[in-house]
């Protein structure tokens, strides 16, 4: 197996050269894919080596999605980027009333196989329009896959396997990790979607994460083994499906968690995680399940007021060390 390190950019692109070589059906449409290869250099390369296929729209995202699901439906495998998630909220009939429901409204006779590309997330100083984490939104309605990768390597394998998939899969990448590098295996892989990661083997407490609060933990580890508590980090990659058995397996380890994304606190999947965490696991846990998430405001332009919002690794660890701590003090 090789390996080379690549940013997350460049093994988006790769997998996407891979992908519409292998299937002629794979095209990509959305704004000003041509001109800039995409907001994040994603596409670089994709507009030379297959012209026809790389479609520059008009600025409606209702229409760019609905392109999408009717061009599904009849045979190709399309992938729609929307610039960023935030505009997710123009095309919610067409995700969340049509691509989410055809399948099952026609009786499995046809396929959806769409691919949402949605950059979330905030920290590049976008504002409260540009600047969104709205995954859990997604998880709430049947029929769409969600996945949130992490690593350059997560996002090869799991863009792949999203193209692949009959079902429609939102695709939310952070906006800040396409330029984090990392090993990426030069021989083609795949990672099937509903399969967690433990990046981090711990005794402690559990750090459950994905998407950019992979980062926050991964620190916070560091900081907490010095403080003497050994943390296990598990990386979703899929909200939907919801690989469970891996979180509920380290935490029978550790007998403590800690949920951390950057969406906001209330109704994000944090929540979720936790109801599930206490129906399955009530019994064996030392302590409450903590959750690490954003503040509950329109996130601020001010570069201070959105750093003040956004989570931290110093939350990670006082979280962690509030569970540890909680059980000690009983």
Not at 104 to 113: E, N, R, S, T
Not at 176 to 195: D, T
Not at 197 to 224: F, H, M, N, P
């Amino acid at each position: 197996m090789t390996e080379r390190i690549l940013s997350a950019s460049a093994a988006l692109s790769e997998a996407l050269h891979e992908e519409m070589k292998r299937d002629e059906t794979v095209f990509i449409l959305g704004e000003d894919l041509t001109a800039h290869a995409g907001l994040f250099g994603q596409f670089k390369g994709l507009p030379e080596n297959f012209p026809d296929r790389i479609i520059d729209t008009p600025i409606s995202e209702a229409a760019i999605v609905g392109v999408g699901v009717g061009s599904a439906l009849t045979g190709m495998r399309p992938i729609v980027d929307l610039h960023f998630s935030d505009f997710v909220t123009c095309c919610m009939d067409e995700l969340v009333n049509q691509a989410a429901k055809i399948r099952y409204m026609f009786g499995g006779q046809v396929k959806m196989p769409l691919v949402v590309w949605c950059p979330d997330g905030a920290g590049i100083r976008a504002a409260a329009q540009h600047s969104q984490s709205l995954e859990a939104w997604f998880v709430h309605v049947p029929g769409l896959k969600v996945v949130v990768p992490s690593e350059p390597a997560d996002v090869k394998g799991l863009i792949k396997s999203a193209v692949r998939d009959d079902d429609p899969v939102m695709f939310f990448q952070n906006k800040n990790l396409f330029s984090r590098q990392g090993p990426v295996q030069k021989e083609e892989y795949l990672i099937p979607l509903g399969k967690a990661a433990v990046k981090r083997q711990g005794k402690d407490v559990t750090l459950i994460c994905y998407g950019s609060g992979y980062y926050l933990c991964l620190e916070a580890a560091k900081i907490l083994a010095g403080q003497n508590i050994d943390a296990e980090i598990v990386d979703l990659r899929t909200l939907k499906p919801l690989d469970m058995d891996t979180v509920i397996s380290s935490i029978k380890k550790t007998r403590r968690a800690v949920t951390v994304h950057e969406a906001c606190l209330t109704g994000g999947f944090g929540a979720e995680l936790c109801a599930l965490i206490q129906e399955e696991l009530f019994d064996l846990l030392k302590a409450p399940v903590k959750r690490v998430a954003a503040r509950d405001v329109p996130m601020p332009f001010s570069p201070a007021m959105e750093d003040f919002c956004m989570p931290k690794v110093a939350d990670v660890v006082e979280a962690a060390r509030s569970a540890v701590s909680w059980t000690a003090s009983r």
